[in-house]
């Protein structure tokens, strides 16, 4: 069982920057994939980004460029670093974990049925 909570998230104008963070318990974390996806309010919960155990990053159209994601096993955490945001990217972001193996640039990882935890979310605003 792994449990993940997010923190990071707030309010912020156009062209600033975040960074989420998502912590996880147990001892596995190193061997999971990790995952960011969102859902801005009325649409449906999408893809952010993905980083495989090994290092492997994904990421949305969307965010190319502007994101990136990260994890440190030691501390069992994933990072998200959101720069240049805009108000588009407002949403409630969300952390994921799968100990699913595909290969490393399976689009399988950018599909939330692919993921077996969630955290709770943290909500992100950004003001135009």
């Known amino acids: 069982q792994v449990q993940l909570v997010e923190s990071g998230g707030g309010l912020v104008q156009a062209g600033g920057s975040l960074r989420l963070s998502c912590a996880a318990s147990?001892?596995?974390?190193?061997?999971?994939?990790m995952g960011w996806f969102r859902q801005a309010p009325g649409k449906e919960r999408d893809f952010v980004a993905a980083v495989t155990s090994g290092g492997r990053t994904t990421y949305a159209d969307s965010v190319k460029g502007r994101f990136t994601i990260s994890r440190d096993n030691a501390k069992n955490t994933v990072y998200l670093q959101m720069n240049n945001l805009k108000p588009e990217d407002t949403a409630v972001y969300y952390c994921a974990a799968t100990g699913r193996v595909y290969w490393s640039g399976s689009p399988a990882y950018t599909q939330q049925d692919t993921y077996d935890y969630w955290g709770q979310g943290t909500q992100v605003t950004v003001s135009s």
């Open positions: 147990g001892r596995t974390f190193s061997g999971y994939v």
